[in-house]
């Protein structure tokens, strides 16, 4: 190995590999948690001038973060930043998004660690993002089990995932597992 570089696994890099396996220029993509903007730019970027991207919070300070972010790495203006609860998916998105993200946890660098994603509006939206996703789409939830919302959540989305029909829907969770508090991501997968 050359001196330097580091071959282990980079999760953040892997979740772009797998959305990029299914999102093209001119389709349509869901980030169900702007925070920042880093997810909504790639998204963005990826889908190109012709594709559309939506994207939610409610928090206004994340809405504004991810617009003058958005605006200085030069993204195409094919985004709809949406200042609400990703649980009201349905009422915003009308199209078959071909990849769905959720950053679950609270935003980055804000110091507001209570206004955090919730089971209950996590689990709703979820359910939501599933039905409209379109064929051959990708679902990628990234959860963050080192506090106790975040533990929780993924309990609870790995018991839904499992109960999806395997023959329509492939449901993956990729995770570090020797390092338990550690991000992990699932991923589902439309056929
Ligand atoms: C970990 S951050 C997301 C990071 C982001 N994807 C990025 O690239 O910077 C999680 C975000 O989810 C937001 N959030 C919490 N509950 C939400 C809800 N019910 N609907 C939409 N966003 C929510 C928080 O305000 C926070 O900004």
């Given at each position: 190995m050359a001196k330097g570089l580091n071959h282990m696994v980079d999760l953040l890099e892997l979740q772009k590999r797998f959305i990029l396996a299914h999102l093209c220029p001119g389709d349509v993509a869901v980030d169900c948690t702007m925070g920042n903007g880093n997810d909504t730019a790639f998204l963005s970027q990826t889908v190109g001038p012709t594709g559309r991207v939506y994207a939610f919070d409610i928090q206004e300070a994340a809405v504004a973060s991810t617009c003058a972010h958005l605006q200085a790495v030069g993204c195409p203006e094919n985004y709809t930043l949406i200042?609400?609860?990703?649980?009201l998916i349905k009422e915003y998105v009308h199209e078959a998004p071909k990849a769905v993200m959720f950053n679950l946890g609270y935003l980055p660098g804000?110091?507001?660690?209570?206004?955090t994603t919730m089971r209950e509006t996590t689990m709703e939206a979820v359910f939501g993002a599933v039905e409209l996703l379109a064929n051959d789409g990708i679902l990628l939830v990234a959860v963050y089990p080192g506090h106790e919302e975040g533990r929780l959540e993924g309990e609870m989305l790995k018991e839904y995932f499992a109960t999806l029909d395997r023959r329509l829907i492939c449901c993956s969770c990729f995770q570090i597992v020797n390092s338990p508090t550690s991000p992990y991501f699932f991923i589902v997968e439309k056929k």
């Open positions: 200042h609400a609860s990703h649980h804000s110091g507001k660690k209570q206004v």
